[in-house]
């Protein structure tokens, strides 16, 4: 069903299109008497496709065209008009209109123009969501407070050389804000990532440092290490709670001296590398436990920005379920999918504790093998989630936030929960949360960020 604006000064007119859009397309509409109180209704309502008669007093069809455009409203219009002027339609075009059509013609032929219309603008708007979420310079995906703090924060120390360590539970996007702080540093270098955690304890400094020919049995050929590599660019030391003993004082001693000797060598190459550091692990308490060196720690945690785990913004559920998803239909070679808001306010009331993002990804993955539905229901979600989100239904999250942010995170969770139950209408979710008008509810969004792309 789609929400049709029928712009006519001629009541009886619009009533007889109304009725016979209803009956023949099963379209709900809108009516306007004039230009100025289709823009109006334009503003506030998600109207899937406009009927602009182009003969009307005060504000005609084509000024309503140009006002569309000069205000970025991107609705597909088509005019009708019953003088049958060829020149008065291609003009329209001309301003925007995607097609005209006579006030002589069969209805059909009327509702087939508007089921078209609205084809055409989903696809356009799915070719831009892809787009979008294709590019992989695409920043953090997520606007709730938490993140904007985060985003915040990272823009802050991006540009500052010194090291910077990221803190956050596994799988909560650690190297996607190592990839931004990168992306967002202005530097000239590439971005060389290291995995201390996925490499043998006797490969890491030679990895990191690189190493002489014959440094070692095996050194055939000199290596460079990642500093160099990295030159006048970022080093991300991911699973940095994992690196040896011995490779923590020699980073140490790079670090403090800008510096480093390959393995085996003897000469000193300097490095300009800006470091970041990841982990999972609590380094206070490695450093306690005599796993991790303190002055290590000291030197690393200068900055630190910390990625805050999905349960305290599952406001962010329904974006980062959509970016996935394209994501993941994209990958697979697979035709666009969606899901239900049904299976959305599932997802959002499940609590995300053990791989945070990577686990939303992982369960969207095998959702869409498991189902063939174009928009996956609740009963595609895996039966486990379903249960413990049944089970969960309060999103308090364990880290320690203010009165403010908790409050701001509840209300975004809230309005968009409501928002997906009812389509983005405005007008009915406002009245579905018992807000005063439309207006409330846009103003809410707004402080949110809320859009629907
Ligand atoms: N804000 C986000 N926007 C888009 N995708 C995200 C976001 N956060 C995480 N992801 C996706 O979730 C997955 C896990 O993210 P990432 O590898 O950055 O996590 P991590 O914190 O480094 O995990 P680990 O501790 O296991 O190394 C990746 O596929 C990543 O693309
Ligand atoms: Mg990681």
Request: proline content about 4%.
């Amino acid at each position: 069903m789609s929400v049709v604006l029928i712009v006519d000064d001629a009541p009886v007119l619009a009533e007889q299109y109304a009725y016979d859009l209803k009956r023949l397309g099963g379209h709900e509409t809108l009516a306007a008497g004039d230009g100025r109180e289709a823009l109006d209704l334009l503003a506030r309502e998600a109207v899937d496709c406009v009927l602009l008669d182009l003969e009307m007093p005060g504000m005609d069809g084509f000024e309503v065209l140009r006002q569309l455009e000069q205000r970025g409203i991107k609705v597909p219009v088509i005019v009708y008009t019953g003088t049958g002027n060829y020149d008065r339609c291609a003009q329209a075009i001309r301003l925007g209109a995607v097609s005209f059509i006579d006030k002589a013609e069969p209805m059909e032929r009327v509702t087939q123009e508007i089921a078209n219309a609205v084809e055409r603008q989903r696809l356009v708007r799915e070719v831009a969501a892809l787009r979008r979420d294709l590019d992989t310079d695409a920043p953090l995906v997520g606007s709730s407070p938490a993140m904007q703090k985060l985003a915040d924060a990272i823009g802050r120390v991006a540009p500052i050389p010194s090291p910077l360590l990221i803190v956050g539970e596994s799988g909560s996007g650690k190297e996607i804000v190592a990839r931004e702080v990168h992306r967002l540093s202005g530097v000239r270098g590439p971005l060389v990532a290291i995995n201390s955690a996925a490499l043998p304890h006797e490969l890491v400094e030679s990895e990191l440092f690189g190493h002489e020919r014959g440094a070692f049995t095996g050194a055939v050929t000199l290596r460079k290490g990642a500093f160099e590599a990295a030159a006048h660019g970022t080093l991300f030391l991911d699973e940095i709670g994992e690196l040896p003993a011995p490779a923590q004082a020699k980073l140490l001693r790079v670090l403090e001296q800008r510096q480093v000797t390959r393995v085996g060598g003897t000469r000193t190459i300097a490095v300009d590398a800006r470091v970041v550091a990841a982990t999972n692990r609590d380094l206070g308490a490695e450093v306690a436990a005599g796993r991790f060196r303190e002055d290590l720690l000291y030197r690393l945690n200068v900055h630190v920005l910390a990625v805050p785990p999905l349960r305290d913004r599952l406001s962010d559920v329904p974006e980062l379920v959509r970016h996935l998803l394209a994501a993941t239909c994209a990958r697979f070679g697979m035709r666009p999918r969606t899901l239900a808001s049904s299976a959305v306010e599932c997802l959002m009331t499940y609590d995300w504790r053990r791989n945070n993002v990577r686990e939303l990804r992982n369960i969207l993955e095998r959702m869409l093998i498991a189902s063939d539905a174009d928009d996956m229901g609740i009963a595609d979600v895996p039966p486990e989630i379903r249960d413990e989100s049944a089970a969960h239904r309060v999103g308090t999250g364990a880290t320690p936030q203010t009165f403010h942010e908790l409050k701001a995170e509840a209300e975004r969770q809230i309005v968009i929960a409501a928002l997906g139950r009812h389509d983005w209408h405005i007008t009915r979710t406002a009245e579905a949360l018992g807000l005063a008008d439309h207006a409330s509810l846009l103003k809410i969004m707004r402080r949110h960020g809320i859009s629907r792309e």
